[in-house]
């Protein structure tokens, strides 16, 4: 991973440097600097607008009680956005604005919401933040054991004898488990 961000980093100077040349070849060096200045600024100004919208809705969604996941992600990339456009080149003002203009940075938002944000925090809370967690029964097949759960060792599928005969066996998925109750017992 490391790799790839050191050549991304790389890549993205040399990009802009060539991009400049060319530019420059056509409109001339004075224009192409005036150019480069006015997107800074022009930038700037918009992302400081934008940045000022997103913490209005941070504040609603707070004063709502709501979860601001949105409205932080926003924030994160509009800081990506204003680092952009104050870098000098017209392919960082040109990925500056299109993490500046809303339309795009709603998609760019819940890219990364779903491949970056979400498996962090995943990883982080081992499911208990999304959701995906188990509550009953064994996540990997090899966990199942045949001694006192009511399950089988092949393939975590309950045993016939116990499932069809006892009313405390729930089914989920494809363990199962018996409950006893004090009551039972009587």
């Given at each position: 991973m490391s790799k790839r961000v050191?050549?991304?980093?790389?890549?993205i100077p040399l990009l802009d440097a060539l991009f400049l040349v060319?530019?420059?070849?056509?409109?001339?060096a004075v224009l192409t600097v005036a150019l480069v200045v006015l997107?800074?600024?022009?930038?700037?100004?918009?992302?400081?607008?934008e940045g000022r919208h997103t913490i209005r809705r941070l504040q609603e969604a707070v004063g709502n009680g709501e979860v601001p996941?949105?409205?932080l992600t926003d924030g994160a990339l509009l800081i990506a956005a204003g680092a952009f456009l104050l870098?000098?080149?017209?392919?960082?003002?040109a990925v500056g604005f299109l993490l500046a203009f809303p339309p795009t940075r709603i998609l760019v938002r819940e890219a990364v919401q779903k491949w970056v944000v979400t498996p962090y925090i995943e990883k982080k809370t081992g499911?208990?933040?999304?959701?995906?967690?188990?509550?009953?029964?064994?996540?990997?097949?090899?966990?199942?054991?045949?001694?006192?759960?009511?399950?089988?060792?092949?393939?975590?599928s309950a045993s016939r004898s116990?499932?069809?005969?006892?009313?405390?066996?729930?089914?989920?998925?494809d363990d199962s488990y018996d409950i006893?109750?004090?009551d039972d017992e009587k």
């Open positions: 050191l050549i991304a980093l790389l890549l060319v530019v420059a070849t056509q409109l001339g997107t800074a600024l022009v930038g700037t100004l918009f992302v400081r607008a996941a949105d409205e870098t000098p080149g017209l392919v960082t003002d499911g208990f933040a999304t959701g995906n967690i188990y509550t009953f029964g064994f996540p990997n097949a090899e966990d199942v054991s045949g001694t006192g759960t009511g399950a089988s060792g092949a393939g975590g116990q499932s069809e005969s006892s009313d405390d066996t729930y089914r989920v998925d006893e109750f004090e």
